[in-house]
């Protein structure tokens, strides 16, 4: 979704025409995007509250590099990538927004974060939740896994107390593995 309500810019699509679709959701912050497009905390932030504006609901994407994961600073980016961004919401817009953590060195390449990584960090962004808002907006927030998940990895990550669902990607593309994801949930 482009940052601004309308205009002239060829090959983005605005809130308006995604909920337009009956599209009810947005992924916002997909580190391809931020790469690519060079898309930044500020540009992120806009399209936040625009598609909050337009009634869409921001999957925020958050996650860290194989190079800060090897570094040890991968809860450091996650941190910085919320603060300047959702973190920067009133705790009744925050409510609408749904997270989802995809480490980038497991986007696409068959490589999954352990489910004690991937616990690990939702059961970190959650207590990052609870201290900017509280207790109860961390337990009602909704956090998702999105790094190659898949059909024979979906019912271990699920089952993990802070991974709320998946972000599904290449995996959504065989019916019948995608199903055994869903039905994994």
């Not at 809130?15 to 009810?24: C, D, H, K």
């Not at 504006?53 to 991968?74: A, Q, T, Y």
Request: aromatic residues 10%; glycine residues 8%; negative net charge.
């Amino acid at each position: 979704m482009h940052f601004e309500e309308k205009g002239a810019y060829t090959g983005e699509v605005s809130a308006r025409m995604i909920e337009s679709i009956g599209a009810t959701h947005v992924i916002i912050g997909h580190s391809e995007r931020r790469k690519y497009f060079k898309e930044s905390s500020e540009q992120l932030f806009e399209k936040v509250n625009l598609a909050l504006d337009n009634e869409l609901v921001p999957i925020f994407c958050c996650g860290e590099s194989l190079e800060e994961r090897e570094k040890g600073i991968h809860f450091d980016v996650i941190k910085k990538q919320l603060e300047e961004v959702v973190f920067k919401l009133k705790e009744s817009e925050f409510s609408n927004v749904i997270i989802a953590y995809e480490p980038v060195w497991a986007i696409g390449t068959g490589k999954t974060a352990t489910t004690k990584q991937a616990e690990e960090m939702l059961a970190f962004i959650r207590g990052l939740i609870k201290d900017r808002y509280s207790k109860d907006v961390a337990e009602d927030s909704y956090l998702l896994y999105g790094g190659s998940c898949n059909d024979k990895n979906a019912a271990e990550l699920f089952a993990c107390p802070d991974v709320d669902g998946g972000l599904i990607g290449g995996a959504a593309l065989d019916l019948e593995k995608f199903l055994k994801i869903i039905y994994a949930a």
